[in-house]
Structures are given as C-alpha cells and as structure tokens.
C-alpha cells in the first residue's frame, strides 16, 4: 500500500513538474463554468464566445440558475467541482460574500462591464407615449385580475382606453423576443414584475414562481407580435401595424436613429444621461465576480485555464466600449473613466471588498 | 452579521432620540392644556407640537414625532398615539417609502400597538406576506442603492439597515425572517425573528393542516361513493322532472369481491 502511495504521488508530481519546466499550464479543468442570473446569460455567452475565440480555450459552460442559487453555488467552495464565475445584474451583497468567505473564498475579482436598460419604442408616425409600468402589464398580460372579483380571467383589454380612459382609442400592440432572451428577460424582471407587483390580487400569492408566473406570461391573441431570435427588433417595430409598441434593448433604440421614439415609463424617458444617472428606473449594471483561487497560478497550475485572459477580454474596448460586441447586446458603456478604472481591476485583479 | 445589523439599527434609534438628530424643522412651540391636581387650569408651553399635528407621512415620521413626544411629554399624563390613527397614514404611493419598500421585500404590516399610561408606548410588528423572486431581490438591491443617494440621515440609514437585513437573511438561503417588531417607547428595539424555511410546524397550523386533509379525505370518499348505487350494484334512478327526457342508464357490473 505504502508503495502504491509513493507510486502515486511520483505520477502525479513528474507532469506537473515537466508542465512548469516547459511554460505549460496545468488545469483541473478544461471549460470555465460560470453561474448567475438568467438575464445575464446572453452577455455571458457572447463575451466567452469572443474570448474562446480568440484565446483559442474551449467554450464555457454556461448554468444560469438565477441570481440567488447561483451565488449561493459560487459560494460553496473553491475547487474542480466549483463554479469559478457568477454573472450577477446587482452587486453582490455583504451576506453573499460572506457566505464566500465562510467557504474559504477569499480573493473574488468584481468587474463592473456596463449598463443595461430596456426601452420601449413606438414609430415616430404614431408619436409618442407615455405609460407606467402598471398600465403596460394589464394590457400585456396573458391574465388579469377582474376589478370586482379579484379572480384571473383572459385578459379583456383591445385597446389603451380599456386600460385608462385618457390613453386613447389606440388598439394594444406589443412586438418584441421571446422568453429566453436577455432582453425580454430584463423587460419581464423589471417592467412586468414592477407592474404587476402592487396588483392587489398578485400581492395575495405567496408563492414567488406562481407570482413570476402570473406576472410575465403574455397574451397569445394576436396582441403580442414574437421577433424571432436574431431579427432585428427594430426592423420588426417598423413593419408592424400603427401603434406597435416595441421592446427594445437601449442601445437598439439609439441605433435605429430617428426612426423611433422612446416611451416615456412613469414619467421618465431614456437617455445616456438618465440611465447613467440611474434616473430611469428600469436599468442596471452587469457584473462578474471571477474567483482568484482558480486561476492558474505562477506554478503553472490551477483549477481552469482562461479566467486571466477573461476578465482582459471583458473589460477591453472591443467588448464593452460605445460600439464594442455586447452593446450589440444592448450593453449601455460606462463613462471612459470607469471603463479604464474596471480594465484596472482587471489588470491587477483587485480583490472585491463589499 | 444579522446582530450586528441589529445593534446598529438599535443604536441609531437611541441616538437619534436626541433633538439634534431629527432631521424635520421644529415646529413653532404650542400651548396645551394641563389638569393639575388643585387649582385652576393653566397653561404651560410644550416644546414640541402634539404628535399628528405635523406629521402627514408615514410610519417613520410617525416613530420620529413619536421620540420627540415622549422627551416632550415625560412631565405629564400624556396622550399616546392611537393605533388606529397610525395605522390611517400607512398607505404612501411614495416608492422609498419604509413601508412601500417593506411591501416590495414581501413583508406586511401586520399590527400597530399602543398603549395608554405613563410613559406610552408604540410597537409595529410585521410580518412575511410573499417569498421573494430573484427580480424583486434585484429590484430592491436597486431600490435600496437608490433610497442611499436620496436620503440620507439616521432614519434612513435605519430603515436601509433594517430592510438590508431581511434581505440577507434570505440571501444566506434556508432562513427568512418570519416576524419584525419595531418598539418606539420606552426603549427603541428593533427584534427579528430569523427561522429556517423548513421550521415545524406549530401545534395550531398542524392541527389546521390535520383538519384541511380530513376535510379533503371526507370530500374524496364522498365523490367515490357518487352516485349511491343499490344492493346490487345499479344506480337507482330517480323519478324524471317534468319535460326532462332521460337517457337509459346501463346496469352497472356486479363488483366482485
């Protein structure tokens, strides 16, 4: 048994020595497995893509989980059966890291890459909105809660004036993704959720997934137009009938030019300024937390290869700056400052304090 | 990391009983009348308005007159708020309101206590309504950002704690917090009442919970048993209603058993 052991142990030890001897590194690990919000998941994919690509690495496996069980996931513990990478839209809280700490990961790199907001646009020929988040969760919804009863039936909305008596005569229109795609799902976490969240029959379900539920399925009556995945959204609002309301990543609205308007959303429209500002409420930061324990060391071992060359990737110009790959995605750039203080802590890995 | 947040939250109470930290202006002194024991009736200057003449928002401003009342009102029988009035001035469209973000993180008022002696007393106790979603974690996260760069204070600082620490008792997964009391008088104290999601049950909902399965299992016996059949095996029929033609039922197959 003894022997064995010692048998082992020099198995284990010459390639390792023969990796550090040669400059070639040793992971545990070929693929960076990442976790965290659904939402995230679209900017995740395209920046492991591009750095998969260009580092010639293997394409990350990808566990969307949601925000709560992927920190929680994050946080179990540091080694080959961990995740090394949580994409969050939040930061992350004190409670969060220190159930980090508890589990012995000590050295958590944050990069903040950018912003995001999801816009809703009408036609320049159907002038312009204004709603509240409310308004368009009861004419989108799939069901509504009748005003006497309180009990859900199909939603019997056609146009905005059943809605509210001064929104005027125009029928309900919606076009935009389907589910699954981050910027509907930004739309349902933050428009549909906000709206239907002071609903006096929502706020009677306990149940958070039969709430999320009752929120964020649409109507399938012809009011809600689906743009398939990888059509222009923006295209798809012109085509569609007067009165067509789209929903639009920010940056797909600027990019349309002036061909669409901007939907006032309780009372605020979106601009650079008023999303950099957080004054529009339906915005907020991308974020990944790269755990340092799993880089490959100056030995030239670690748990997986790339997360170095990641955090470079992610905070370069060419993914997050005004007309980098994720603003395609409808990443809103941070100011220039920011961007250079976030490829810094990129640079120099500094370490996350909350 | 919870007693902590407590202990701060405590302590920013106790200090902000002093007048200096109130962040409302001071009211122009009011007279108000006092019985004393012999004698007429005289007049003596409080040095704080009565306790709903200023306030018009909500919970908070209530706790915030309600320590400047009691340093006001120690030298007397005093009037304490009435949980009725407090309980009116609860509803605020505001969306940094306490109460309103206290919704948002799925907790409810659910009592507004007072007592009449002495020294009066306050005391709101909350309690959980709703699990939360990850978007309404990530809506209050925000929220919570955004309450910080618009108010500031003690009070602020306060409610931000008080509601950062419901939110990371549900971070740390397989806890919640089941009941919040905020007493004001006499002693400010803020108690959370952490439990683990899969706590037992008590006596009273095991004893609900028996019944309801009872009930169900009756409900089930009775659908079983429907329609009555006779000895052997048919359903009897009933005599038709006049105009109703009825279909002819086949007998039913002789159970074995």
Same mark, same amino acid.
């Given at each position: 048994m003894f022997f064995r052991w010692i048998l082992g142990g020099i198995l284990f030890a010459l390639p390792q020595a023969a990796e550090a001897q040669t400059g070639r590194s040793l992971a545990l690990r070929e693929n960076i497995v990442v976790v965290g919000s659904a939402s995230m998941g679209g900017y995740a994919e395209a920046a492991f893509n591009q750095v998969a690509s260009t580092r010639g690495l293997r394409m990350a496996e990808l566990r969307m989980l949601g925000s709560l069980r992927g920190a929680v996931s994050f946080c179990e %513990?540091?080694?080959?059966?961990?995740?090394?990478v949580l994409a969050l839209s939040r930061r992350m809280p004190k409670a969060m890291f220190e159930n980090c700490l508890a589990h012995g990961i000590y050295d958590i790199v944050e990069v903040k890459i950018g912003l995001t907001a999801v816009t809703l646009a009408s036609k320049k020929s159907d002038g312009r909105f204004g709603l509240t988040a409310k308004q368009v969760y009861r004419a989108l919804a799939a069901e509504v809660a009748d005003d006497k009863t309180n009990d859900f039936v199909p939603n019997p909305a056609k146009t905005w004036k059943d809605i509210?008596?001064?929104? %005027?005569d125009t029928p309900i229109r919606f076009s935009g993704s389907p589910q699954g795609t981050a910027t509907r799902d930004f739309f349902d976490d933050m428009v549909m959720q906000g709206g239907c969240r002071t609903d006096k029959a929502i706020r009677l379900i306990f149940q958070a997934n039969a709430r999320v539920e009752k929120c964020t399925r649409v109507r399938t009556d012809g009011v809600f137009i689906e743009v398939p995945e990888g059509q222009s959204r923006a295209a798809a609002l012109m085509a569609a009938p007067p009165g067509t309301l789209g929903i639009l990543s920010y940056s797909e609205l600027v990019a349309s030019g002036n061909d669409l308007l901007a939907v006032a959303l309780n009372g605020m429209l979106p601009s650079y300024q008023t999303i950099a500002n957080d004054e529009y409420d339906y915005t907020r930061p991308v974020l990944f937390y790269v755990k340092r324990e799993h880089m490959i060391g100056s030995n030239g071992s670690g748990i997986v290869k790339g997360l170095q060359e990641f955090l470079l990737d992610v905070t370069s110009e060419q993914m997050v700056g005004p007309s980098g790959i994720l603003s395609e995605l409808g990443l809103v750039s941070l100011p220039a400052a920011l961007r250079f203080e976030q490829r810094r802590n990129a640079q120099i890995l500094r370490r996350f304090e909350p | 990391m919870t007693a902590r947040h407590v202990l701060a939250v405590a302590a920013a109470l106790l200090l902000s009983a002093a007048p200096g930290f109130t962040r409302q202006p001071l009211a122009q002194p009011q007279f108000a009348q006092q019985p004393l024991r012999s004698g007429p009736i005289v007049q003596t200057p409080l040095p704080e308005p009565t306790f709903f003449e200023e306030q018009t928002g909500t919970v908070f401003s209530v706790i915030r007159s309600g320590f400047r009342y009691a340093l006001g009102g120690l030298s007397g029988f005093v009037t304490p708020p009435l949980a009725l009035d407090v309980a009116k001035r609860t509803?605020?469209?505001?969306?940094?309101?306490f109460i309103s973000m206290m919704e948002v993180a799925g907790y409810k008022l659910k009592e507004v206590e007072s007592t009449v002696s002495l020294i009066p007393s306050v005391n709101f106790t909350f309690g959980i309504a709703r699990e939360l979603s990850d978007a309404d974690r990530e809506w209050l996260a925000l929220q919570l950002e955004r309450h910080a760069k618009r108010r500031w204070g003690i009070f602020a600082s306060a409610e931000r704690a008080i509601i950062q620490t419901l939110l990371d008792a549900q971070e740390l997964g397989g806890y919640q917090v089941e009941k919040l009391d905020i007493d004001v008088f006499p002693w400010p104290r803020i108690k959370f009442t952490i439990a683990p999601n899969d706590s037992p049950m008590s006596l009273e909902s095991t004893r609900i919970l028996r019944a309801i399965e009872q009930a169900g299992g009756n409900v089930k016996a009775s659908v079983q048993v429907w329609p009555p059949r006779a000895n052997d095996g048919s359903v009897p029929q009933a005599a038709p209603r006049a105009g109703v033609q009825r279909a002819p039922v086949a007998p039913a197959a002789p159970t074995t058993r």
């Open positions: %513990g540091v080694g080959p059966s961990f995740p090394d509210s008596p001064e929104l %005027g | 509803r605020s469209e505001d969306p940094y309101d």
